[in-house]
């Protein structure tokens, strides 16, 4: 009698036993399944919004940047240094700095300090560097709380992550207003002009936090262009929808530059973090 046939000379359905299962996962697969999922960052914006649930504490840097830079915009109206208005902007727009931060209702442009007296450009000049001071702090205190990578800083190593965040800024700033002063040059060449700008958004996208981890400003933009490789498409879908997100709140009157600053801010903040912590471009902090 053959091995598949039974003691009534019919033939068995063959079986598997307990014995021949498919085995478990060992720790080795495990883990490696582990690193094909963190191939797959959290980039989305519902990844953030738990964590800003479960931990209330990251909203409190970009809310008082907010409540900073909505005094700000007070003070740009009260002086006699030519402001513009941008709340008084009824198109639609992408208002995306490159970086964790909120939309104001006034801007000045380089033009309005040409030929200023000395106490007024320096008014003009602070006002623009306070600006960016706060959101430095801010995005730099959001950033490293969510990565969880403050423990045991000294005062010296937030500054240096601080100047270097400040940095970004000032590089991401230069750029946008070097953009912005170029004018009204039509739907043709501004399409143009966006396709390497949005670009230059998506590859750039992790920076900001790379910088919190100890990355230079140049460094940084290097590690976040290798970091975004092969997820382009879903950074280009964040930075238009946290772009027309900024814009919506800004127009909210009386509070929305702290209420844009305040939501978007901290979100992008925490999502650039998770972008950062779930695709690193190499082994290094």
Do not use: H, N
Not at 156 to 169: P, S, T
């Amino acid at each position: 009698m053959s091995d598949d046939e039974g003691d009534d000379g019919r033939e068995r359905e063959p079986t598997i036993s307990d014995d021949s299962a498919t085995p478990a996962p060992t720790d080795e697969a495990a883990s490696e399944t582990d690193s094909d999922d963190a191939d797959t960052p959290p980039t989305g914006i519902a990844g953030a919004i738990p964590r800003l649930r479960r931990d209330p504490a990251l909203l409190v840097p970009f809310t008082v940047a907010g409540l900073v830079l909505a005094l700000l915009d007070r003070l740009r109206r009260w002086d006699p240094i030519p402001t513009l208005v941008t709340g008084d902007d009824v198109s639609i727009g992408i208002e995306y700095a490159g970086y964790p931060t909120g939309v104001p209702d006034t801007a000045r442009s380089l033009g309005a300090l040409i030929d200023l007296k000395l106490p007024y450009l320096a008014w003009a000049v602070g006002l623009e560097a306070l600006a960016m001071a706060v959101v430095a702090a801010a995005g730099t205190a959001t950033i490293a709380r969510t990565l969880e990578s403050d423990d045991g800083w000294s005062w010296r190593q937030w500054g240096r992550r601080w100047l270097a965040y400040l940095g970004l800024i000032v590089l991401f700033d230069a750029v946008g207003r070097a953009v912005g002063s170029i004018g009204d040059v039509g739907l043709v060449v501004g399409v143009i002009l966006a396709v390497p700008l949005f670009a230059a958004f998506v590859r750039f996208f992790p920076a900001p936090a790379f910088v919190v981890t100890g990355s230079g400003p140049v460094t940084a933009l290097a590690r976040s262009a290798r970091a975004t490789r092969g997820i382009g498409w879903r950074l280009l879908a964040l930075v238009v929808c946290f772009g027309l997100a900024a814009w919506l709140l800004g127009l909210v009157p009386v509070v929305g530059t702290a209420l844009s600053t305040a939501l978007v801010g901290s979100t992008l903040a925490v999502t650039m973090a998770a972008v950062r912590d779930g695709r690193p471009a190499d082994t290094g902090g």
